[in-house]
């Protein structure tokens, strides 16, 4: 459940980074049934700071150590909050994306080391931001770790292998505005550092933690509901079909070294429910580059089998030109079996030209990471 929401909230940080970035176009004043904001910019900038205090999680058997360490962070945040047609247009909000630089003390030094980490933040709202508001926050990243496992050096540090590493976090919590330009952030959350499986040992540096934040805007924030023309109202609802190819790199089982690629080509349909919703539906076909290397290793019968199938559910969150999924999926087909039967895949794609998307995917089984890739996708209806 912590990846699923951890790599979910990454996606739409990375949409939003992507999506609203533009800034406002004026509306015209002869339409006397549209607001006009001719003065608002299309985001209103904010800088603060924030501590976290953690309790740290032994998730897996690898990583028991690590139970009850108390991780500290220190972070600088900048945030953009948007303001303009786009983003109220796509979800009847206004939510806000940032960047943050931070240092954290994972409370056993000669163990885990230190760390330092750069991202993206997002943040949403319920319902307009005004003096108080419940906030959902989420944050994607990399982070430099400068402890990692080595068979001869750091021998019993199996949470990571690698020095760079992905930074996520899941939470929420209440936003208090005391002073026009001033307010306080308190939240609780998950959160998680790997290499996403890139090379074993991975088991995750894993915590739950509260932070208090402080942020100052430069401007004196003034959100509106907007009454302009709704796509959404005024436009059928969306239905596709995808033929998608990937490609990612995958660490072989531990104590083995080395990666292995994997591939796959996925048939996917997505009915649209909602402004921002769609169901989606896929097979998919991939080619298990661990087998074949297994294989070549003697370490499985020369005859394996690499290939296998498979099937998905999931949802989809329209966001512009962009695209985030979450699906799970359950083998139909594979005569080389490991790890479990079902897995979990969250990707996100951004429309490059006409039907053509880009995008990255993430595979899991259950808190075990699988690989990265990226995805290449025509839609078509």
Request: hydrophobic share 35%; aromatic share 18%.
């Amino acid at each position: 459940m912590k990846l699923f929401l951890s790599y979910f909230l990454l996606l739409v940080i990375l949409n939003y980074s992507l999506v609203y970035s533009q800034e406002l176009v004026n509306q015209s004043a002869d339409d006397d049934s549209l607001q006009v904001f001719s003065s608002e910019k299309s985001s209103i900038n904010l800088i603060g700071g924030s501590f976290l205090y953690g309790y740290m999680i032994p998730h897996a058997k690898e990583v028991l150590p690590v139970r009850g360490l108390n991780p500290r962070g220190h972070e600088i945040i900048y945030n953009w909050h948007l303001n303009n047609d786009d983003v109220w247009n796509d979800c009847e909000c206004y939510p806000r994306f940032g960047l943050f630089l931070s240092y954290y003390d994972f409370d056993l030094e000669e163990l885990l080391g230190h760390g330092f980490a750069a991202g993206l933040m997002f943040t949403y709202f319920f319902g307009l931001p005004s003096e108080f508001n419940f906030h959902l926050k989420g944050r994607g990243g990399v982070s430099y770790l400068t402890n990692p496992f080595d068979r001869n050096q750091e021998p019993v540090n199996w949470s990571y292998s690698t020095h760079f590493n992905y930074i996520l976090g899941v939470g929420g919590g209440i936003t208090y505005r005391p002073f026009n330009r001033i307010e306080f952030q308190l939240d609780g959350s998950m959160n998680h550092q790997s290499n996403a499986a890139l090379l074993e040992p991975n088991g995750g540096i894993n915590y739950w933690a509260l932070a208090l934040s402080t942020n100052y805007y430069f401007d004196n924030p003034d959100f509106h509901p907007r009454d302009i023309y709704d796509p959404y109202i005024h436009s059928e609802k969306k239905k596709r079909w995808d033929v998608s190819f990937s490609w990612g790199i995958s660490s072989m089982p531990f104590p083995l070294p080395g990666q292995v690629p994997m591939y796959s080509i996925t048939f996917l349909r997505s009915i649209q429910l909602w402004r921002i919703f769609a169901v989606s539906f896929a097979a998919e076909l991939e080619r298990n580059g661990r087998a074949v290397e297994l294989s070549r290793r003697g370490y499985a019968p020369e005859t394996t089998n690499p290939f296998r199938g498979s099937v998905l559910l999931g949802g989809e969150f329209l966001m512009g030109r962009s695209i985030l999924s979450a699906q799970m999926g359950g083998y139909v087909y594979r005569s080389f079996k490991e790890k479990d039967d079902v897995y979990q895949r969250w990707g996100v794609a951004y429309n490059v030209y006409d039907d053509i998307f880009v995008g990255i995917s993430f595979k899991s089984y259950r808190n075990s990471a699988d690989h990265l890739s990226l995805r290449f996708t025509y839609s078509f209806r």
